[in-house]
C-alpha cells in the first residue's frame, strides 16, 4: 500500500494561511493524492485531490511538488471551523481493486 | 438525499455477543468500506467491497464479517464481541475507479464490556 507521512499536529491564528504538508515519497505514477478533514465527532469529509497540477476549490488549494513525492494543503484564511484532523492519502488500485487506506492524520488547532 | 447512513448510532455490547452495524447508501455507489477509529488514532480500513457479491479484507479484518447482496447495503458483523472491538466504525462509499469524493456515514460508536 502506498503510504504518507504527515506531523502529527499543527497550530495556526485565526483568518492566518495554514500549510498542512504531507511526504508520499512511494507515490506511483497513476496515484492520486486526496485530503479529507474530520470535525470532531464527525465522520471525515473531502476536501480536495490533484495528480500533478496545483488544484484549487472552494475549500482550500493543494500544492504538489514537482516530482510528487510531497504535497501541500493551503487554508488561505484559517477559521476555527477548520479545527479538525487532516488526512493525506493516496488512492490505491491495483489489480481491479481499490483502497482507500487512511493514515493517522494532523490535528489542527486554530487560535482565536 | 440521505447519503450514507449508519445504524446504530451507540451500542454497548457484552464480550461473546454478537451484532451487526448496518451501512446504507442510496447513491448507487459501487465502492463501499468500512473503517474503524480508536481513540487518538486515525482510521484503519477493515472490509471493502467494488461491487454486489464481491468484498475484500482491509488492515485490520479480524473478527468481522462482511457481505454485499446488494448495491445499497454493506453490514458489517462482529460474530463474538471483544473489549479490543471497542471503537468507532465509519462506513463509506464512493464510485469505483473514479477520483471522485468518498462520502463518510456519522459512525457508529460501540463499546465491549
Known amino acids: 500500500d502506498a503510504k504518507t507521512t504527515q506531523p502529527n499536529s499543527m497550530e495556526s491564528n485565526e483568518e492566518e494561511p495554514v500549510h498542512l504538508p504531507c511526504n508520499h515519497s512511494?507515490?506511483?505514477?497513476?496515484?492520486?493524492i486526496h485530503w479529507y478533514r474530520q470535525l470532531p465527532s464527525q465522520g471525515p469529509e473531502y476536501v480536495i485531490h490533484g495528480l500533478t497540477s496545483n488544484v484549487n476549490n472552494r475549500m482550500a488549494s493543494l500544492a504538489i511538488a514537482e516530482d510528487r513525492k510531497s504535497s501541500t494543503l493551503i487554508l488561505h484564511r484559517a477559521t476555527l471551523r477548520d479545527a479538525a484532523v487532516y488526512y493525506c492519502i493516496l488512492r490505491d488500485v491495483q489489480g481491479g481493486s481499490e483502497k482507500l487506506v487512511f493514515g493517522k492524520g494532523t490535528k489542527l488547532t486554530v487560535n482565536p | 438525499n440521505a447519503g450514507v447512513t449508519q445504524t446504530p448510532k451507540f451500542q454497548v455490547l457484552k464480550t461473546g455477543q454478537s451484532m451487526t452495524l448496518q451501512c446504507a447508501q442510496d447513491m448507487n455507489h459501487e465502492y463501499m468500506s468500512w473503517y474503524r477509529q480508536d481513540p487518538g488514532m486515525g482510521l484503519r480500513l477493515i472490509h471493502y467491497?467494488?461491487?454486489?457479491?464481491?468484498?475484500d479484507q482491509g488492515e485490520v479484518p479480524n473478527g468481522y464479517n462482511v457481505s454485499r447482496s446488494t448495491t445499497e447495503d454493506f453490514p458489517l458483523r462482529l460474530l463474538s464481541a471483544a473489549p479490543s472491538q471497542t471503537s468507532v466504525y465509519f462506513c463509506?462509499?464512493?464510485?469505483?475507479?473514479?477520483?471522485?469524493?468518498?462520502?463518510f456515514g456519522q459512525g457508529t460508536r460501540l463499546t465491549v464490556v
Open positions: 512511494t507515490i506511483s505514477g497513476t496515484d492520486y
Open positions: 463509506a462509499s464512493k464510485q469505483i475507479y473514479m477520483n471522485t469524493e468518498a462520502f
Open positions: 467491497s467494488v461491487g454486489a457479491g464481491i468484498t
